[in-house]
């Protein structure tokens, strides 16, 4: 969810993918996030918008210590320390309480906080990347089993790289 939302970015994309509160709705919907307190509003997605630059920036960093430092203030912003629980389908998972009253960005960050501590402790930080198209500015944590991903988007970048390199080839061909 880190990487997908600072990816969001129109410093990534070239538009901003979170034009409205409609849009950051179906983001969190889609990353499995359900609001109690109803639709998110103007303010909710300026909020999540200044996370979005605050997670960048710990996801950037050139060392663990300073991602570690990061991740857990965004953690404490609304967060109460991870849960094991059982989810709609019966599978265990985290869960991240927060206070009742936190608003959505503070939730977020402490949902995305924990996250990225997880991925230090499991993974390194060797594993927070830039994306490797060129001309994207995507950051990312690859959670891949190899450890080998290069794209921030592998259906969006990665698959651009590879078009461009096949008609690169064809190219060459013709001129054969």
């Not at 503070?106 to 402790?121: Q, T």
């Amino acid at each position: 969810m880190a990487t997908d939302l600072v990816n969001t970015s129109p410093t990534v994309r070239g538009e901003e993918a979170l034009p409205d509160p409609g849009a950051l709705a179906g983001f969190l919907d889609g990353h499995g996030v359900h609001l109690e307190a109803g639709a998110p509003s103007g303010d909710d997605l300026h909020q999540v918008r200044l996370l979005r630059r605050e997670v960048r920036g710990i996801m950037e960093a050139g060392s663990e210590e300073y991602i570690v430092a990061g991740a857990s203030v965004l953690v404490g912003r609304a967060g109460r320390g991870p849960v094991l629980g059982r989810d709609d389908d019966g599978r265990w998972r985290w869960l991240v309480p927060t206070a009742p009253d936190a608003p959505l960005a503070d939730e977020l960050a402490a949902f995305i906080g924990i996250a990225l501590l997880g991925a230090v402790r499991a993974l390194g930080h060797e594993r927070f990347r830039g994306c490797e198209a060129p001309g994207c500015r995507g950051v990312f944590v690859d959670i891949s089993r190899a450890g080998r991903r290069r794209y921030c988007s592998p259906e969006r970048c990665g698959n651009r790289v590879n078009v461009a390199n096949h008609r690169a080839r064809l190219q060459a061909e013709v001129t054969w």
